[in-house]
């Protein structure tokens, strides 16, 4: 499938998802989002692919969402911008694939908000996140406020959003906003080369795993040990519980068929 401001490229079990527009620093406006979408439906539906990498061309991951497009709008428009990105990005959080942000760049805004709906996110040395929406008179549109205090906490998420701050690679690891800083021009092996563990485990495991935290995570603890008791039970009905387990008694390798 041709897109005009995205690629998609494989490598083995790995897709890698490119934000194509460098000429707006990847800026997210309404053509783009809906071609996300799509983009995201067909990896979905791809069999061969197991995990996905979501990195931008140049020299940023994503300035944030169309400040020329949604100077205009009114408050209908505005709306349905903030559903269709916020659709999209709670679809990417709840793919049953694990998502890697391999943020190379300026992550502003939207384009923050679009690494925090990814799974794990690795920031190269010229990462740079921020909230600045409040410096454009608007609040976050993407979810950002729910998801930036779930995952850094209340007290810097808000000095985040409220300041509109940017902070550099180094910064956001030691706030838990990336998971690793890797040098500039190791990023994208890196992350090709997590996204291959990954992808050799088995992956319906790593699926319910998913599930388990997500669903869990915005529930009580009873609930969330219930779901992860019932999708611990459901591995034990799959052929990958049997060959990983007699893989490692035998002392082998396991050869996952994801069934
Ligand atoms: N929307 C539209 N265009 C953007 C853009 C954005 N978010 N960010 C950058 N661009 C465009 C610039 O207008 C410029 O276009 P021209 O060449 O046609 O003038 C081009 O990209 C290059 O940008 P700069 O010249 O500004 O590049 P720089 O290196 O000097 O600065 C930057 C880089 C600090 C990231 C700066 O571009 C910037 O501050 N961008 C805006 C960041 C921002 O405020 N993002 C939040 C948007 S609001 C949002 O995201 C809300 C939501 O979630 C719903």
């Known amino acids: 499938m041709d897109f005009k401001n995205l690629t998609i490229t494989k490598e083995e079990n790995v897709a890698i998802l490119t934000i194509n527009r ?4 990847n800026a997210l406006n ?31 991951f994503v300035a944030g969402a169309d400040i020329a497009e949604m100077r205009d709008m009114t408050p209908e428009e505005a709306r349905k911008f903030a559903i269709l990105g916020s659709r999209i990005f709670r679809k990417i959080e709840l793919m049953d694939k ?10 502003l805004g939207g384009g923050s908000e679009l ?37 850094v906490g ?4 808000k000095e985040l959003i409220f300041t509109g701050d940017i902070i550099d690679a180094e910064e956001a690891g030691k706030i838990g906003l990336v998971n690793h800083v890797i040098p500039q021009d190791e990023l ?35 609930t969330g040990n219930a779901i992860e008791t019932d999708l611990f039970a459901l591995c034990f009905a799959n052929e990958d519980q049997k060959e990983g387990m007699t893989a490692f008694l035998e002392k082998r390798r396991a050869e996952f068929k994801n069934k």
């Open 188 to 222: 994208m092996a890196k992350s090709i080369e997590m996204a291959k563990r990954i992808a050799s485990k088995g992956q319906i495991a790593v699926r319910y795993a998913k599930v388990a935290i997500n669903r869990g995570i915005d529930t009580d603890m009873d």
């Open 115 to 151: 690494a925090l709906c990814c799974d794990i996110i690795l920031g190269g040395e010229k990462a740079k996140f921020g909230q600045p929406e409040v410096g454009l008179g608007i609040c976050l549109g993407f979810a950002g406020t729910q998801r930036l205090p779930r995952l």
């Open 22 to 25: 460098p000429k707006a620093l």
């Open 30 to 60: 309404t053509e783009l989002l809906n071609e996300l979408d799509k983009a995201i439906d067909v990896l979905k539906a791809d069999d061969e692919v197991f995990v996905i990498i979501i990195t931008g061309e140049g020299k940023a």
């Open 154 to 157: 209340i007290k810097k998420a």
């Open 98 to 107: 694990v998502v890697i942000a391999a943020v190379n760049g300026f992550a």
